[in-house]
């Protein structure tokens, strides 16, 4: 399984310097590149610097006032990938590698927007795809938003449902 | 034949009315080591397994391929799978076994494999293994908001309610689909004015559901179902892939989430393929373990009648809890469905996972009376609140509740209702009168309160989705009429959605949003003396001891 963990690292390595992605900003603020353990935990206790919203913002700055004074964007109240990130090496450190994939495959969709990654979802359940119809996801996950983990989700998907019969018509 | 006087007065007894079937394990009516169950087997080739069950890699449905490649510990399998299953069942109640060498052995079973070590335990050392392999310390509960014509009033005053009585969870439903969006911003009002820190979520349709989570109006997602058979979960409309990903949209919106499985799913939609219920659900656990979900709702859930139906049945509902808790998932334990007619039954249905201590032992304890319960009835309800108080008092056991004065509830209930009033005055939304507020703040049922014009009420829901409106809207409308305090909760659960401490294993808040989770405050139990113990927790146990309809020594007169 070292194979996504540095898949994923160098993913997070390209984010951090692609300045169009509005998720650099949190991309790049690291624990002086030390993994998280289970004694780091919670982390709006215990390291709430590291953790920001979208743009970039502080916590702290996440104020009643600054909420009512339209000072913050629904859109800032969104988890990011390196928050994730920081969760995912929590999980692996408290003994449950499994949780870090799952958080591996959600840093990459906080790129995808509500509207798409929802179309993706259905587009993964039974008989609604064919197989070029999830290798192009695929492409668009891998090319659109480096989401490299979920475009290697999707290929293998449109593998299985092949000779498993779960693509559109094998019903 | 002329009927015996007792046989004929013992067939009144409510018992009677429940319903019984002899095994049939064609059809999947058997509890566990079915005829027809594969025997555990396991075959790796340069690191990859290619035979599982007695069943060869090319014959592998998609269920069998995600649990293979992702649900199993593959350098350890071969090495688990040739230990005694009894050895391992002796180790799951050996208290001197720590449960993290338990979840070295759990991490590498096949379905089969674990089949065979639950069914090696009686119902009593199950409940001795759950105490040791539960995820979080501190046992706890969730319950169901809910009214049979989802009056919003009703469902933030009763969220309230609950929240105060100790449910740090609380779940929702609709009647109606199209009322869904006032549902899940009524009982998360409600709740945050009861006890800042209660996770609210509100069950529907999948993408509905994740949509609702989006906008901030709910905090965790729950009824993501899984199937152990390749057709029923076809026919539910998913793939072990499609569902994983959609953990993983949950996750990448910082929204915690569990999966529900359970016995007697597979017969109700008509394919277990011939094996037994433990079996089919030691799949559904190792496919949720696989999608990297940290919980799951388990333990028959709203099936219940079919495992209740069969021998072991109910045996079984609490070993597949366990096997959840032993893969190290947070375990939401069931009871939560009506099923029996008879109160000692009812009583059974519980007493496992109330003895041993769950992460969530009712995965829904209905907060209002059954005749407003809208997933069909609870297997215990709000009446049943004081004989709950009076057990975990006689047996120093938590149940997640405790007894609460009446004024208090009053009180709280009366702010809940008015915040929402106010919310939906800001937001354009049908007027909530004061009329309402008054009877919201006084109701049992949905029979205590006025009628609403429900089709004004869907139009609006509606509508507010359409205009975008967001969990930053209903914070700015608490504060501009005062509600400062519930806007702050609200305010703070979006910033834990941005962090995503509650993303990991059995994850609550208390009301200062302190988190208890697996990774903080994990399970210590291991025999007298260490774990989680209600006489040891003074500001639980003074709650429970002040139990408001005990007599006062001191105001006797004797």
Redesign the interface.
């Known amino acids: 399984m070292s194979e996504v963990d540095d898949l994923v690292a160098k993913i997070m390595a390209q984010m951090g310097n692609s300045s169009s992605s509005d998720s650099s900003a949190s991309a790049t603020s690291t624990n002086n590149g030390k993994e998280m353990t289970?004694d780091d935990?919670?982390?709006?206790?215990k390291h709430?610097d590291l953790?920001k919203?979208p743009s970039g913002k502080k916590?702290d700055d996440?104020t009643?006032q600054n909420?009512?004074n339209d000072q913050?964007?629904?859109k800032e109240?969104?988890?990011?990938p390196e928050?994730?990130k920081?969760?995912g090496e929590?999980?692996a450190n408290?003994?449950?590698p499994?949780?870090?994939?799952?958080?591996q495959?959600?840093?990459?969709?906080?790129r995808?927007p509500?509207e798409r990654?929802?179309q993706?979802?259905?587009a993964?359940?039974?008989f609604r795809s064919t197989k070029q119809e999830l290798l192009d996801i695929a492409k668009e996950l891998r090319d659109k938003y480096h989401a490299e983990v979920?475009a290697a989700?999707f290929e293998?998907?449109a593998d299985?449902?092949e000779s498993?019969k779960?693509l559109k018509g094998d019903n | 034949m002329k009927r015996q006087k007792r046989f004929e007065e013992l067939e009144k007894r409510p018992i009677h009315q429940d319903t019984f079937v002899k095994e049939w394990p064609e059809e999947g009516f058997v509890a566990m080591m079915g005829p027809n169950d594969p025997k555990p087997s396991v075959k790796v080739e340069n690191g990859k397994i290619v035979e599982m069950d007695g069943k060869k890699l090319e014959d592998f449905d998609l269920i069998d391929l995600y649990i293979a490649k992702y649900g199993i510990n593959i350098d350890n399998v071969e090495k688990v799978m040739n230990m005694d299953s009894t050895k391992i069942a002796r180790m799951l109640v050996d208290p001197n076994v720590s449960r993290e060498d338990i979840i070295k052995i759990t991490s590498a079973l096949t379905p089969a494999k674990a089949e065979e070590i639950i069914s090696k335990l009686d119902f009593g050392e199950m409940i001795m293994a759950i105490k040791k392999m539960r995820p979080r310390r501190k046992p706890d509960n969730q319950c169901h908001v809910t009214n049979t014509v989802d009056n919003p009033v009703q469902i933030a005053a009763d969220a309230a309610d609950a929240a105060l009585r100790g449910f740090p969870e609380q779940e929702t439903t609709t009647a109606v689909a199209r009322y869904a969006p006032f549902n899940a911003i009524s009982i998360l009002i409600g709740a945050q004015t009861g006890r800042p820190g209660v996770l609210t979520q509100c069950s529907v349709e999948e993408a509905t559901e994740l949509q609702l989570g989006m906008r901030g109006f709910t905090a965790y997602a729950e009824t993501i179902s899984v199937y152990g058979t390749d057709r029923v979960f076809t026919d539910g409309d998913d793939t072990p892939w499609s569902k994983g990903f959609l953990a993983s949209c949950y996750a990448s919106r910082g929204l915690k989430m569990r999966f529900t499985s359970g016995a007697g799913s597979e017969v109700l939609m008509g394919y277990p393929e011939g094996k037994s219920m433990l079996y089919l659900e030691a799949r559904c656990i190792l496919l949720t373990k696989a999608s990297g979900v940290q919980g799951l709702q388990n333990g028959a859930v709203s099936c219940i009648e079919i495992p209740g139906a069969v021998p072991n049945g109910i045996r079984e509902v609490l070993g597949e809890n366990l096997l959840c808790m032993m893969c190290d998932i947070e375990c939401a334990s069931g009871c939560d469905q009506a099923y029996s007619h008879s109160d000692m039954r009812r009583t059974e249905r519980f007493i496992g996972q109330f003895i041993a201590g769950t992460d969530y032992i009712n995965s829904g304890y209905s907060s209002t009376p059954n005749y407003d319960n809208t997933f069909a009835g609870s297997n215990t309800d709000a009446m049943d609140y004081d004989d709950m108080y009076v057990m975990e008092r006689d047996l120093g056991q938590y149940y997640g509740i405790h007894p609460v004065q009446e004024e208090t509830i009053i009180k709280a209930r009366n702010k809940a209702a008015k915040a929402l009033q106010a919310v939906f005055e800001d937001l354009g939304l049908p007027k909530i009168t004061d009329e309402e507020v008054e009877a919201a703040t006084y109701a049992n049922t949905h029979d205590d309160m006025p009628k609403r014009d429900m089709v004004a009420d869907m139009k609006a829901a509606q509508d507010m989705m359409d205009r975008g409106i967001t969990a930053v809207d209903i914070i700015k409308a608490l504060y501009n009429h005062g509600f400062k305090d519930v806007a702050e909760a609200i305010l703070n659960l979006q910033k834990q959605k941005v962090v995503g401490d509650y993303l990991q294993t059995s994850s609550i808040f208390d009301k200062n949003w302190n988190i208890t989770s697996a990774v903080n405050d994990g399970n210590d139990y291991q025999g007298p003396g260490t774990g989680y113990r209600l006489y040891e927790d003074k500001e639980e146990w003074d709650r429970i001891k002040d139990l408001p309809f005990a007599l006062d020594p001191e105001h006797l007169e004797l």
């Open positions: 289970a935990y919670p982390l709006y206790q709430r953790v919203t916590l996440i009643l909420v009512v913050v964007d629904p109240l969104r988890i990011t928050a994730l920081l969760q929590i999980a408290a003994g449950r499994a949780i870090q994939k799952n958080l495959r959600a840093a990459e969709l906080t995808v509500d990654v929802l993706m979802y259905d993964l359940r039974p979920c989700w293998e998907a299985y449902y498993r779960k």
